[in-house]
């Protein structure tokens, strides 16, 4: 199996494509259609993935009635283990597992030698996400956002917030950020940017594990996004598609300030490498979170694992052709309905979902 490995995400389709014609995940007899497909597939992870992997399994039962399909969204840290453990057939998790984690081995699902299979079937941009009365948008930079998190500004009228924001009429009221109580990919991701993008503020390392013991902790996605829909002067961080009605941040990048969108969010992830040395059914990239021109940084790359090869035959029959339904046009095009329009929306590109960016089975 030679996989090229291209440079641009919108390329991804065809190496995925590839890696799943070649991949020994126990190919299915020759005869076989999807439709003679049987038995059921075990899911878990990523909680930023749920609701594409909602649409997905609608559809891919509606082809093939004799599978079910099961995804329990715990989070992207739950699902790495219990796939690890053998307790899933395939994972949903928002960052690869790491040279570390792939040479420990020990996949339970997996047959002796075999590698996994890690590809980027969704993409998102991670939304910084608020709720004051009247303001639908702020602009702030890595810094700012730091600072916020990290419990160093802790009022909206700062005078760090009112530079970046002339002309807003900010309240004088406190701060409360919100975060991620389990351990979860979107986290580890966003602290990743912050990281990268302000390392002199925020002192910690990338973790899906939250660092800090201050701000108010709720659990996965759904959970930050009703504490910040539910509270006053509140802020956090989930899954894009899941902002709604409420505030959004818009990221400063050189003298310029983007908002999210798939196709600010696609240009960090064309200008970011693969991780060297991972074989070619391993597509983990290694996000660049520092761009020099106008890309929305703050982005989450989510990865469907699974086994090379898998032990129980059956099960690799299943999850290649329930991958290989992910990754092509129709699986794209079932995870990629348009949110409702919001008035900051208008006038501006749309953030709708595209099946190369936003939520993008490759």
Same mark, same amino acid.
């Given at each position: 199996?030679?996989?090229?490995?291209?440079?641009?995400?919108? @390329?991804?389709?065809?190496?995925?494509?590839?890696?799943?014609?070649?991949?020994?995940? *126990?190919?299915?007899?020759?005869?076989? &259609?999807?439709?003679?497909?049987?038995?059921?597939?075990?899911?878990?992870?990523?909680?930023?993935?749920?609701?594409?992997?909602?649409?997905?399994?609608?559809?891919?039962?509606?082809?093939?009635?004799?599978?079910?399909?099961?995804?329990?969204?715990?989070?992207?840290?739950?699902?790495? $283990?219990?796939?690890?453990?053998?307790?899933?057939?395939? @994972?949903?998790?928002?960052?690869?597992?790491?040279?570390?984690?792939?040479?420990?081995?020990?996949?339970?699902?997996?047959?002796?030698?075999?590698?996994?299979?890690?590809?980027?079937?969704?993409?998102?941009?991670?939304? #910084?996400?608020? *709720?004051?009365?009247?303001?639908? $948008?702020?602009?702030?930079?890595?810094?700012?956002?730091?600072?916020?998190?990290?419990?160093?500004? &802790?009022?909206?009228?700062?005078?760090?917030?009112?530079?970046?924001?002339?002309?807003?009429?900010?309240?004088?009221?406190?701060?409360?950020?919100?975060?991620?109580?389990?351990?979860?990919?979107?986290?580890?991701?966003?602290?990743?940017?912050?990281?990268?993008?302000?390392?002199?503020?925020?002192?910690?390392?990338?973790?899906?594990?939250?660092?800090?013991?201050?701000?108010?902790?709720?659990?996965?996605?759904?959970?930050?996004?009703?504490?910040?829909?539910?509270?006053?002067?509140?802020?956090?961080? @989930?899954?894009?598609?899941?902002?709604?009605?409420?505030?959004?941040?818009?990221?400063?990048?050189?003298?310029?300030?983007?908002?999210?969108?798939?196709?600010?969010?696609?240009?960090? #992830?064309?200008?970011?490498?693969?991780?060297?040395?991972?074989?070619?059914?391993?597509?983990?990239?290694?996000?660049?979170?520092?761009?020099?021109?106008?890309?929305?940084?703050?982005?989450?790359?989510?990865?469907?694992?699974?086994?090379?090869?898998?032990?129980?035959?059956?099960?690799?029959?299943?999850?290649?052709?329930?991958?290989?339904?992910?990754?092509?046009?129709?699986?794209?095009?079932?995870?990629?309905?348009?949110?409702?329009?919001?008035?900051?929306?208008?006038?501006?590109?749309?953030?709708?979902?595209?099946?190369?960016?936003? @939520?993008?089975?490759?």
């Amino acid at each position: 199996m030679n996989i090229t490995r291209v440079g641009s995400f919108a @390329a991804i389709s065809v190496a995925a494509a590839l890696v799943l014609s070649a991949c020994a995940t *126990n190919e299915p007899p020759a005869e076989e &259609t999807p439709s003679a497909l049987a038995g059921t597939l075990v899911g878990a992870g990523s909680s930023a993935v749920g609701a594409a992997q909602e649409v997905w399994i609608a559809e891919f039962q509606t082809a093939n009635p004799d599978v079910t399909v099961t995804y329990d969204p715990t989070g992207s840290g739950a699902g790495r $283990e219990t796939f690890l453990g053998g307790g899933s057939d395939f @994972a949903g998790t928002d960052r690869a597992f790491n040279d570390e984690e792939v040479a420990a081995g020990g996949f339970a699902s997996c047959a002796e030698g075999s590698g996994i299979v890690q590809l980027p079937l969704y993409v998102s941009p991670i939304a #910084v996400i608020f *709720n004051l009365e009247g303001i639908s $948008e702020l602009n702030m930079s890595a810094d700012v956002i730091a600072s916020i998190f990290a419990g160093t500004i &802790t009022n909206w009228n700062d005078a760090a917030i009112a530079d970046l924001n002339e002309g807003v009429e900010l309240p004088d009221l406190a701060i409360t950020a919100v975060h991620r109580s389990d351990d979860s990919g979107t986290t580890e991701n966003f602290t990743d940017y912050l990281a990268q993008a302000a390392p002199s503020v925020w002192t910690y390392e990338a973790d899906g594990v939250w660092p800090l013991e201050s701000g108010e902790a709720a659990q996965g996605t759904s959970g930050v996004v009703d504490a910040v829909t539910n509270g006053t002067g509140t802020i956090g961080y @989930a899954d894009a598609s899941r902002a709604g009605d409420l505030g959004t941040v818009a990221v400063q990048i050189g003298e310029e300030f983007v908002p999210f969108s798939p196709e600010a969010a696609a240009a960090v #992830v064309d200008a970011s490498p693969f991780v060297e040395g991972r074989p070619d059914f391993d597509l983990s990239i290694e996000l660049d979170r520092t761009p020099d021109s106008a890309a929305y940084p703050i982005v989450l790359v989510a990865y469907l694992v699974g086994c090379e090869t898998y032990l129980d035959a059956a099960q690799g029959e299943l999850v290649k052709a329930y991958f290989t339904y992910m990754a092509g046009e129709a699986g794209q095009a079932a995870a990629a309905p348009p949110p409702p329009p919001r008035p900051s929306d208008w006038g501006r590109a749309s953030r709708t979902r595209s099946p190369h960016r936003h @939520a993008a089975p490759p």
